[in-house]
């Protein structure tokens, strides 16, 4: 028999409202992962001009290698929903405990 935990974690939604995971209407859930998968490598691509951004600002020998780690540690990380929101777990968590179908979602990443 599978244990049910309710979630007591918030998410925001875009108009700002604070709603419970476990509150949410299964569309809205789905919905919400996929997103959140749909966006991780637009995130990941925003993070990286900030880094190269960054690059320009910063000068001495310390400061341009600890900028150039960070850009290769970025561009050679796997970048996927987890990357970018604490939630994503609890949000699938809470897919499975409703049974619903978020297979090609599970792991943060579109195949």
Known sequence: MKTIHKQTK???TKKDTKIRI???EDSHLVNTIK???KYAPEAKSRELQDLYSL???FTGDNAQDHIESS???LESREYSAYSI???FGNL???ADRRELDIEK???GYID
């Open 71 to 73: 850009i290769d540690s």
């Open 10 to 12: 918030l998410w925001t």
């Open 105 to 107: 979602y599970r792991s």
């Open 92 to 94: 699938v968590q809470e």
């Open 85 to 87: 929101c604490d939630l």
């Open 22 to 24: 476990c509150d949410m």
């Open 35 to 37: 997103m959140l998968v």
């Open 55 to 57: 690059s320009s600002f």
